[in-house]
Structure formats: C-alpha cells, structure tokens
C-alpha cells in the first residue's frame, strides 16, 4: 500500500513522523511522509529547535504529489498532532485531493490534544476543530482515554461509558475507533485495556502495565492500527496486530532502559510480536 502521512518529524527520537512511518516501512508499505514541523527533538524536554511549517507548505507538497499523478495510488491517510488549524485545514485538503482521486482510500486521524495527567497540550481552538471537522472527516480515529472524553463530552470511568462514547462518536462519523491507554473500574491496577469498536464489532485487548510513559508510542500504535485495518477489514485483527507490537516495542524499550522508544533496535516486534494479545469480544 501507498500511505501519505502528515504528521511532526524530529531529527533526535521518535515522535510524529519519525514514530509512524518506519513500522509501516517495515511491515512493507510505502509511505510518504510531509513533516509540519522540523525539531531537533520532541517537546517533552523543554527545550528544542528548528521550525514549525505553514499549511501553505503542505499543500504545496501534495500539489506536488498531484503533478506526479501519483494520488489515485494512494491508499490512505495518516494524521497526527496539528499545531494549527491551518495545519489541519491543509490535512483535510489533503484528504479530499486523495478521495477524489481514490475512492477506496480512507483517512486515520489521531486526534491529538492531551492526556490523563497532564491535560491539554493544545493550542486553543484545536479541541473545537478535531470535534467540528477533523473527526467527522476520519474513517478511522485513534484517541486515547482523554481524548475520546473530550470528543464525546462524558467521561469514561467504566467500560460501559467507554463504549457509550464511542458511540456518540461513531455517530459523527467515524466507522472505526481504537481507544488507546484507557482504564476504567473495571481496569486491575495492573493492567491498561485498548479497545477498538467497528462495524464488524466491539473488541478490547488488556495488556500489562508497563512502567514507562513513552513519548511517540501512540503514533506508532495509530500506524500500526490503520495498516493492519486497511490490509484485513478487521477490527479485531487490527486490534490484535497493533496492541501486540506497541506492547512489544514497549516492553522492549522498558528492558533497555532507554528514554527513547526503540523504533529500529525493536523493528521485529512489528512483523512477528514477541506476545500475541487475542482481543475479547465485547
């Protein structure tokens, strides 16, 4: 497949672009990648340089992609962090030159905004845009607990409010939802739960907790989740797929000690997961 991935690149680390594109490379897909910004390394810590990009770049590069005739190849789109509702209105520019031209193509969106914990990392004006027209714009989306509280407007203490908020995002448009890190009362301590809700079904998967909070690994797993999707039709499949390797790269990451995700030291967990997670139909 032929993927377009819009998302934040930085030269030191894995975060953005350089989080999503390489497991797809791995797993065999072609992608191409347009960065919003250049860093030297993530936010995360405190310090950085380099330069964010205007929504005019992008669309000038998938003008670009356009003079090339390549669009109707193009399988799919991918979308992360959006400093700028410029830079959303590009993406979703985006998205309709690659509709048009393949109708088959869908658009992942990860709605990034914030977290448990820290709250919103957004500038203000994104959350409003990701409810009114980024979403509704997606065919799939990969939020985590936070965020699916936020687009759904409840929250999502237990299992069933979870998949009530899934739901009412489903009903915005979306077909398909991974919820990543969630945790509700009926979560052990122990343990984090990812569900994902489709139309073929409603799936979780309860994987270890590990002791890391690692910048980049929900890029990876939306990455991981849209091909897995887009080669199977499965939810469940995808959800098995994406889980299994993001808890890999992760517990990988954890036995080395590294402050970084070990994108390429980890590569295999992409293609043949160390542990197999079998998703429970909820």
């Not at 690659?98 to 992942?108: D, G, I, P, Q």
């Not at 990860?110 to 914990?117: C, I, L, R, T």
């Not at 009412?168 to 991974?178: D, E, N």
């Not at 910048?215 to 959800?239: C, E, M, N, P, R």
Request: aromatic share 8%; net charge negative; charged share 15%.
């Amino acid at each position: 497949m032929n993927i377009l991935s819009i998302q934040s690149w930085v030269a030191y680390g894995h975060v953005g672009n350089a989080s999503a594109m390489f497991p797809m490379q791995r797993l065999g897909h072609e992608v191409w990648g347009i960065h919003t910004v250049q860093f030297s390394n993530h936010t995360g810590y405190g310090a950085w340089r380099g330069e964010v990009f205007g929504g005019g770049l992008i669309r000038e590069l998938v003008g670009g992609l356009e003079d090339r005739n390549v669009l109707p190849r193009c399988d799919g789109v991918l979308s992360g962090y959006m400093g700028t509702a410029e830079i959303g209105d590009a993406i979703l520019d985006a998205v309709g030159r690659v509709k048009a031209a393949n109708s088959s193509a869908h658009y992942c969106c990860d709605p990034v905004m914030g977290d448990v914990g820290s709250g919103l990392f957004v500038r203000a004006g994104i959350p409003e845009f990701m409810r009114a027209r980024a979403v509704p714009a997606a065919d799939l989306i990969t939020p985590n607990q936070f965020e699916l509280e936020i687009l759904a407007g409840h929250g999502t203490g237990t299992l069933a409010q979870a998949l009530a908020a899934c739901d009412a995002v489903h009903a915005t448009g979306p077909r398909v939802i991974l919820v990543t890190s969630l945790h509700t009362e009926e979560t052990p301590a122990d343990s984090i739960d990812l569900i994902a809700s489709g139309p073929d079904g409603r799936f979780r998967v309860r994987t270890p907790r590990l002791a890391i909070s690692a910048s980049g690994a929900g890029d990876a797993i939306a990455a991981l989740f849209f091909v897995h999707w887009k080669t199977t039709h499965s939810t469940a499949q995808a959800l098995s797929m994406a889980a299994s390797s993001a808890y890999g790269l992760l517990a990988r990451t954890v036995a080395a000690g590294a402050t970084e995700i070990l994108t390429v030291a980890a590569q295999d967990e992409f293609v043949s997961p160390s542990r197999i997670f079998t998703p429970e139909k909820l």
